[in-house]
């Protein structure tokens, strides 16, 4: 949520934040700003709306200098306006603030530095923090910002520069990330290293309560009292094509289409399809740990939260344990019954989510082990888990989440496995399973073939006003996705539900106008599922089924059917989401709508 770029060494800045920018516009794209130092003086240019506004205006002006912030805002505090956009200074123009979080005692000081004679020129909780900067400020960059940050609370990822100390930055971060680019002559800052990709590999996340002084020549990291800390740079494997389209029109399309490689990815080096044998090589799920566990606790948030739902299914059917699922911005604020003996596992794409990762934190305060399951390598969650298993999804643009929502129900798969063998309930994986697995990413690929009949099916339904997806059993949860996906994009009012409790409520919107997905594998779920796919017949609904196999009954009883290739119930859902992916894209397509950012969303939720 919000991007922010920074650089310092000897190339002109500008072109060089507009373009880390333009990585980062999925974490917000309310306005957008930059700041350069040249001579001594700060040149700051900000738009609202789009990057691509700001870029219009820097067209034929100077925006000079070899240091410089940037920054995509997703707006929490006033309108986006050009006046609230980021970078913000304080009353003399010297001291520039890029801010990701929220200050939540932000008034208080705001009424404090006025009556001390500041001035501000927005509404935003940020500008408080370039005062509190400028107040502090005795010569000394680091220590100021040491001195403002005492003074304000909340989550906050901060980058600052001054012009009376030239060709530095300054990095401060509590809760939402920061990481620092190494390059040669150069240094970078960043809220996500795919901003960094052209440029370097080498980075250095900062840890909650960490500031940075960077400069061209390289950083140091202290603590909130100044005492200098140490921390171990990673290298990045992602590879800077493939955050890029690649004549695909949207990141999203682009994704989805990437879903058979993701999940091989994913799987290999997990498993071994030979033997059926799994290689989750951690400590926490040595059957002596795991004999200790009565219980397992998912927590996310939004797509990932759905995966979650799924994974209740597949642990409690293949380990038979118990599992409860929660949202992590439910969960921290309820008095949960968790301990030692409850395994935590944290699903995220980002591995950022300020919900997930203080739900995360609250489990761990009562005693839970954690393990996540994330997409970025050295985000915040993967830091905070005693373990990780890793989606290999790949960077994740588009703001819908596709491919990791599938390469997250293959790792959850592997986990239920994996935690069936620790309690001495089976060897590996089955003959069967690993077939099915084997044969995953094609089956994937089957699915994307469904693409011509979605687009038709999108071009008769575009218009309709609301929507509705049931499915039964795991299909549940993905009829929740497919109405997510839906909504998020196309900005159409869709509900997933439960196939049997239609009859409860939502049957009362069916009728003529209504399309109804309705997800019908040939799973132990079939029957009752057709059911209630006549229910919505009989009041004149349209359903459009999708199914896995030739069947008469769903034909008689359907308006329309999508095939899908057929594998084992528990991997089912990974292919029937597809087509539905498929048609909230082309669907927002056909709607006009901006795909990749839609309105009001972000990829990565860092307020709570
Ligand atoms: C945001 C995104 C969703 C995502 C959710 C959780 O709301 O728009 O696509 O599912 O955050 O994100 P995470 O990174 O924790 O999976």
Redesign the pocket.
Same mark, same amino acid.
């Given at each position: 949520m919000c991007g922010i770029v920074g650089y310092v060494g000897s190339k002109e800045a500008a072109p060089l934040l507009i373009e880390g920018l333009k990585r980062l516009e999925y974490r917000g794209y309310d306005s957008a700003g930059v700041a350069t130092l040249s001579n001594g003086a700060f040149t700051v240019r900000r738009s609202p709306g789009k990057l691509s506004n700001l870029i219009a205006r820097l067209e034929g002006v100077s925006t000079p200098g070899t240091t410089g912030l940037g920054h995509t805002l997703w707006a929490t505090h006033g309108r986006p306006t050009e006046g609230n956009a980021h970078p913000h200074t304080d009353c003399t123009g010297r001291i520039v603030v890029i801010h990701n979080g929220i200050f939540e005692n932000f008034a208080e000081r705001k009424a404090s530095l006025l009556a001390a004679g500041h001035r501000f020129t927005s509404e935003t909780d940020t500008e408080v923090f370039a005062h509190e900067v400028e107040a502090a400020f005795e010569g000394d960059l680091l220590a100021a910002v040491r001195t403002a940050v005492g003074r304000l609370s909340g989550a906050y990822a901060l980058v600052v520069s001054s012009s009376e100390e030239p060709g530095v930055i300054v990095a401060a971060r509590s809760g939402p990330p920061i990481v620092l680019g190494i390059g040669s002559g150069e240094s970078y800052v960043a809220s996500d290293p795919v901003a960094l990709a052209p440029w370097t590999r080498d980075v250095v996340f900062l840890e909650d309560g960490d500031l940075a002084r960077v400069d061209a020549a390289g950083f140091s990291i202290c603590d909130a009292d100044g005492r200098p800390l140490k921390r171990v740079p990673h290298r990045i494997l992602w590879d800077a094509v493939a955050a890029e389209k690649w004549g695909y029109r949207h990141f999203m399309l682009k994704q989805i289409h990437e879903q058979p490689t993701a999940l091989a990815e994913t799987l290999g080096g997990k498993i071994s399809l030979a033997t059926g044998e799994l290689s989750l090589e951690s400590e926490l799920l040595a059957p002596e740990r795991v004999a200790a566990f009565d219980r397992v606790l998912l927590l *996310?948030?939004?797509?990932?939260?759905h995966s979650a739902l799924i994974g209740k299914f597949l642990i409690e059917g293949m380990a038979r344990l118990p599992v409860e699922v929660d949202y992590?911005s439910e969960f921290r604020y309820r008095r949960p019954v968790v301990d030692a003996a409850t395994l935590t596992i944290g699903?995220?794409?980002?591995? =950022? #989510?300020a919900d #997930?990762v203080a739900a995360l934190s609250e489990a761990r305060r009562a005693g839970s082990p954690l393990l996540a399951v994330v997409? &970025?390598a050295g985000s915040q969650?993967a830091r905070m888990a005693d373990a990780v298993v890793a989606t290999h999804a790949g960077p994740e643009i588009g &703001? *819908?989440?596709t491919k990791?929502?599938t390469t997250q129900l293959a790792v959850l798969y592997l986990l239920a496995a994996k935690l069936r063998e620790s309690r001495g309930l089976g060897k590996g994986l089955t003959p069967g399973e690993t077939a099915a697995l084997a044969h995953l990413p094609k089956a994937a690929s089957r699915a994307l073939a469904t693409e011509p009949r979605v687009e038709d099916l999108a071009r008769q339904f575009h218009g309709a006003r609301d929507f509705l997806f049931l499915g039964r059993g795991p299909h549940y949860p993905v009829a929740l996705e497919g109405a997510l996906k839906l909504k =998020?994009i196309s900005y159409i009012h869709a509900e997933g539900y439960p196939a049997g409790e239609m009859k409860h409520g939502p049957i009362a919107l069916v009728d003529e106008n209504l399309p109804v997905f309705v997800l019908a594998p040939h799973d132990n779920w079939r029957e009752k599922t057709i059911s209630n796919l006549r229910e919505v017949k009989s009041r004149d609904g349209i359903a459009i089924v999708v199914t896995t196999r030739e069947d008469a009954e769903i034909a008689d009883a359907a308006d329309e059917v999508l095939r899908l290739p057929e594998t084992s119930p528990e991997l089912q859902p990974i292919l029937s989401v597809i087509p539905l992916q498929l048609f909230a894209y082309h669907v927002a397509v056909r709607r006009g709508c901006d795909v990749d950012q839609p309105r009001n969303?972000?990829?990565? &939720?860092t307020v709570e």
């Open positions: *996310a948030c939004g797509t990932s939260w992590g699903i995220s794409q980002s591995g =950022e #989510t #997930t997409n &970025v969650i &703001v *819908a989440s990791a929502f =998020e969303l972000a990829k990565s &939720v």
